[in-house]
């Protein structure tokens, strides 16, 4: 167990749809990542947030937006969704942020998104 | 209907011998380098780092070799097992200004007993 909690395992939703991810990271960890697995393009870094601010973003598409609260959770929003958007999306924690320290990040288990 | 999925490239070794995973990376201004195991149905999990200023590392039974000249880096695992059986990342970061972390696609290592 990596400390880090996701839910909610499994989601079925309809193309058009929102839905919404959650993450709790590790006591204490500041940083919180988001990635997307998907069949066809391996792992792929959305975004981070560290200690309630953007960070740094990766392949992140306009219709997704995430925020970290202030007890650190974060959510992940997905809306208008496609059917290419089905994936696993894993949310990772970390102390510090990355290229600090300490910059092992612990990764949760994943939230399996399928659109249909 | 069928379904079409990433096809990892897969390395198969014999319960025992040293695994040798690559992995060429695209960014020169990286500056720190992440090696991850995600087993089936699991989150991926990290193995070992090393930073640009380095070309090896040690941990236990893992080496990570890093070559800048070419881009490229290898996980090297000793005496490899059954549980070493998963799919190996490499991770790239490249830090200054918005932070970049760019994944490889994976190799999967199947183990022999």
């Known amino acids: 167990d990596s400390g880090v909690t996701q839910t909610p395992k499994h989601l079925i939703t309809a193309t058009g749809q929102r839905v919404t991810l959650r993450c709790s990271p590790r006591?204490?960890?500041?940083?919180v990542y988001w990635y997307q697995q998907s069949l066809d393009q391996g792992l792929q870094f959305l975004i981070q947030?560290?200690?309630?601010?953007?960070?740094a973003k990766g392949n992140i598409l306009e219709r997704f937006s995430a925020q970290q609260f202030p007890d650190l959770h974060s959510e992940l929003n997905l809306s208008s969704l496609e059917l290419g958007d089905s994936a696993l999306y894993f949310c990772?924690?970390?102390?510090?942020?990355?290229?600090?320290?300490?910059?092992?990040?612990?990764f949760g288990q994943g939230t399996r998104l399928t659109v249909v | 209907g069928e379904s079409v999925g990433l096809h990892l490239p897969t390395l198969s070794v014999q319960e025992g011998d040293n695994s040798i995973i690559n992995c060429a990376y695209s960014?020169?201004?990286?500056?720190?380098f992440i090696w991850y195991k995600q087993e089936s149905g699991k989150g991926p999990q990290f193995i070992i780092d090393?930073?640009?200023?380095?070309d090896k590392r040690q941990g236990q039974r893992v080496t990570v070799l890093l070559n800048k000249t070419v881009k490229h880096l290898s996980l090297q695992i000793a005496a490899t097992q059954p549980g070493d059986s998963a799919v190996y990342f490499c991770?790239?970061?490249?830090?200054?200004?918005?932070?970049?972390?760019?994944f490889g696609i994976g190799t999967k290592l199947q183990v022999i007993p």
């Open positions: 090393i930073r640009s200023n380095m």
């Open positions: 990772a924690s970390s102390p510090s942020q990355t290229g600090t320290g300490n910059t092992e990040a612990f």
């Open positions: 006591s204490g960890d500041l940083s």
């Open positions: 991770a790239e970061i490249s830090s200054g200004g918005y932070q970049k972390v760019t």
């Open positions: 960014n020169s201004a990286s500056d720190y």
């Open positions: 947030y560290y200690n309630g601010e953007e960070r």
